[in-house]
DNA sequence: GGTATTTACCTTGAACTGCGAGGTGTTAGC
DNA sequence: GCTAACACCTCGCAGTTCAAGGTAAATACC
């Protein structure tokens, strides 16, 4: 109904490139632990998006451990923009639906 | 991740019982169209929550015609505390993240 | 009188989402 | 040498949401 995992995804992911274990991390970081997406949820995430050409991976070796690195494309940027739009459509109607049931 | 169709249907039960079909057409009155839940979702969401105590069903002859009214009963008002504590804290996640995002 | 729309109920099957719990191997600290 | 953190990945379940159907009565329209 929100998409709320993708949509931080690529939020994160619009402003640098990261890999899929500290978007598990970073995630809780910003969120003040209030949303816990586990790695269960991020790494399927992240190869859809990656399919659907919303996101390109980049490995990098950093030392001897290899990192999957991923960032937007321009698909990707036009998708986030879509799922902002989503996500405030979503939010304002159900803060308005509990003014209107307040009020009523 | 969200259940806003269980909370929108709590919040509106919350302050009159109201019948199936006119739940449909409420929810999209009060979000200005902006959420549009079908009766495949009301139905069984509304049958979930009757077996699960937290709604109670009364049927009623309007006419020839038979309603079916529901209404909250008290664990149905403790579900709905849950669920606005909920959605307070993934939208207040959400655009936490936002925000931390677009500084960084 | 007949027909179309609206009201009102309900079910089904599928798609999609989200997640816990597992597994592998590597590196760092003690 | 051992434990904890790092980093990847997969599986299968459970829950959610939906479109598309079907029934039947009431109303509106011609």
Redesign the interface.
């Known amino acids: 109904?929100?998409g709320?995992?993708e949509?931080?995804l690529l939020?994160?992911l619009?402003?640098e490139e990261m890999y899929g274990y500290e978007l598990v991390r970073k995630?809780q970081l910003?969120?003040?632990e209030?949303?816990k997406l586990g790695e269960g949820v991020i790494y399927p995430s992240l190869y859809a998006l990656e399919k659907a050409g919303a996101l390109k991976a980049k490995r990098r070796k950093v030392g001897a451990r290899e990192r999957v690195y991923y960032s937007l494309t321009r698909k990707g940027r036009t998708r986030l923009q879509k799922l902002e739009a989503d996500?405030v459509?979503?939010?304002?109607?159900?803060n308005?639906?509990?003014e209107?049931?307040a009020v009523?």
């Open positions: 109904m929100t709320v995992p949509l931080l939020r994160l619009s402003q995630i910003v969120t003040g209030a949303i996500w459509r979503i939010r304002d109607a159900v308005l639906a509990g209107a049931d009523s």
